[in-house]
């Protein structure tokens, strides 16, 4: 199967763990058209002139062939796209729509249900196809050799108003995780606890971060409604205890206080962090479980065999998750 992913190449990773999971799935026959320039000339001709270089883009894509084309999120240019019943698009975070946005879209998934209602007024119902979540890329996402010398606590993600209020919360509560991210020298809080920050840090590192700290704090930003966010399913990936503020979207991905702690304020939060931090043996299972769930459900390879189920024939369907339960089989051994 041909398939083309038309999308930007965030710093979170999105984009770039979505195409290696498609050349894992069909080598050879995915493409990726970046809707963000990714080169020096092609940054030069966007910003001398954006409009163009975006019609360029979608005219590009016009001009593909593929079986299958996902767009990762919406952009204003993509109401030149021709309508063709073999496009896909997943919006995440907050989606802001026009009635007409989506025309060219066939099937249409939603990251965080909370915004559903909006979308529903902005599309064709017969083309919604409901919540499709956030996942883990094990290639990537797997646990690193724990450091000797492990500290409490950590964060790690950008900043924003709602996490101020945990990350305030627990330095009140003497909890004082170590957070990484672009609050460092940029944030009032970083001077009020200046040795509590670290700078922000490529995706690649995340994992060695973790092994040298004995919990994870996942806070979610304030866009995130009823959903969750990439790093529910990446700590679980990572194999370190997670503790989670709560959103009525994440028990549906994973079992709360099994597998996830779980917060509904910051001193429950606390408190929480020191059981974890008291009782290892018990976080780490809580951690394995989380784990085992991640690769059993929450993976991208799991979310393209849900986007490109309908362009499978059942044949082609059963091998292509066999190959996924051998990939990641093979990704989970090599942990």
């Given at each position: 199967?041909k398939?083309?992913?038309?999308?930007?190449?965030?710093?979170?990773?999105?984009?770039?763990?979505?195409?290696?999971?498609?050349?894992?799935?069909?080598?050879?026959?995915?493409?990726?058209?970046?809707?963000?320039?990714?080169?020096?000339?092609?940054?030069?001709a966007?910003?001398?002139?954006?409009?163009?270089?975006?019609?360029?883009?979608?005219?590009?894509?016009?001009?593909s062939?593929?079986?299958?084309a996902?767009?990762?999120?919406?952009?204003?240019?993509?109401?030149?796209?021709?309508?063709?019943?073999?496009?896909?698009?997943?919006?995440?975070?907050?989606?802001?729509?026009?009635?007409?946005d989506?025309?060219?879209?066939?099937?249409?998934y939603?990251?965080?249900?909370?915004?559903?209602?909006?979308?529903?007024?902005?599309?064709?119902?017969?083309?919604?196809?409901?919540?499709?979540?956030?996942?883990?890329h094990?290639?990537?996402?797997?646990?690193?050799?724990?450091?000797?010398?492990?500290?409490?606590?950590c964060?790690?993600?950008?900043?924003?108003?709602?996490?101020?209020v945990?990350?305030?919360?627990?330095?009140?509560?003497?909890?004082?995780?170590?957070?990484?991210?672009?609050?460092?020298?940029?944030?009032?809080?970083?001077?009020?606890?200046?040795?509590?920050?670290?700078?922000?840090?490529?995706?690649?590192?995340?994992?060695?971060?973790?092994?040298?700290?004995?919990?994870?704090?996942?806070?979610?930003?304030?866009?995130?409604r009823?959903?969750?966010?990439?790093?529910?399913?990446?700590?679980?990936?990572?194999?370190?205890?997670?503790?989670?503020?709560?959103?009525?979207?994440?028990?549906?991905?994973?079992?709360?206080d099994?597998?996830?702690?779980?917060?509904?304020?910051?001193?429950?939060?606390?408190?929480?962090?020191?059981?974890?931090l008291?009782?290892?043996?018990?976080?780490?299972?809580?951690?394995?479980?989380?784990?085992?769930?991640?690769?059993?459900?929450?993976?991208?390879?799991?979310?393209?065999?849900?986007?490109?189920?309908d362009?499978?024939?059942?044949?082609a369907?059963t091998?292509?998750?066999?190959?996924?339960?051998?990939?990641?089989?093979?990704?989970?051994?090599?942990?």
């Amino acid at each position: 199967m041909k398939v083309l992913l038309v999308a930007k190449p965030w710093k979170g990773g999105l984009a770039r763990y979505l195409f290696d999971a498609l050349q894992d799935l069909f080598p050879g026959q995915a493409r990726w058209i970046s809707t963000y320039p990714d080169s020096p000339a092609d940054y030069l001709a966007y910003r001398v002139d954006k409009r163009k270089w975006l019609r360029e883009r979608v005219a590009r894509i016009n001009a593909s062939d593929y079986d299958y084309a996902l767009f990762i999120n919406h952009i204003s240019a993509f109401r030149q796209l021709r309508t063709d019943r073999k496009h896909i698009l997943w919006l995440t975070d907050a989606p802001t729509l026009a009635k007409g946005d989506c025309a060219a879209f066939e099937h249409i998934y939603l990251s965080d249900t909370g915004y559903e209602q909006e979308l529903l007024q902005s599309i064709d119902p017969a083309c919604y196809r409901g919540e499709l979540a956030f996942a883990c890329h094990p290639k990537i996402h797997r646990p690193v050799p724990s450091s000797t010398n492990q500290a409490r606590c950590c964060f790690v993600g950008n900043k924003d108003h709602a996490r101020d209020v945990w990350l305030n919360g627990l330095i009140a509560a003497n909890v004082r995780p170590i957070i990484y991210g672009n609050y460092f020298l940029r944030d009032a809080l970083f001077w009020q606890h200046p040795t509590l920050f670290r700078p922000a840090l490529p995706n690649a590192k995340m994992g060695e971060v973790y092994a040298h700290y004995r919990v994870a704090l996942n806070l979610h930003a304030a866009v995130v409604r009823h959903g969750t966010n990439m790093r529910s399913f990446e700590c679980a990936a990572y194999g370190i205890p997670q503790v989670a503020d709560y959103r009525n979207g994440l028990a549906r991905h994973f079992t709360p206080d099994t597998e996830i702690q779980v917060s509904h304020a910051p001193a429950e939060m606390a408190q929480q962090i020191n059981m974890l931090l008291t009782q290892p043996e018990a976080a780490a299972h809580m951690a394995e479980r989380a784990r085992q769930r991640a690769l059993a459900e929450h993976t991208y390879y799991h979310r393209l065999l849900t986007l490109l189920a309908d362009g499978l024939s059942p044949t082609a369907y059963t091998a292509c998750r066999q190959r996924v339960t051998t990939l990641i089989t093979l990704q989970g051994k090599s942990a």
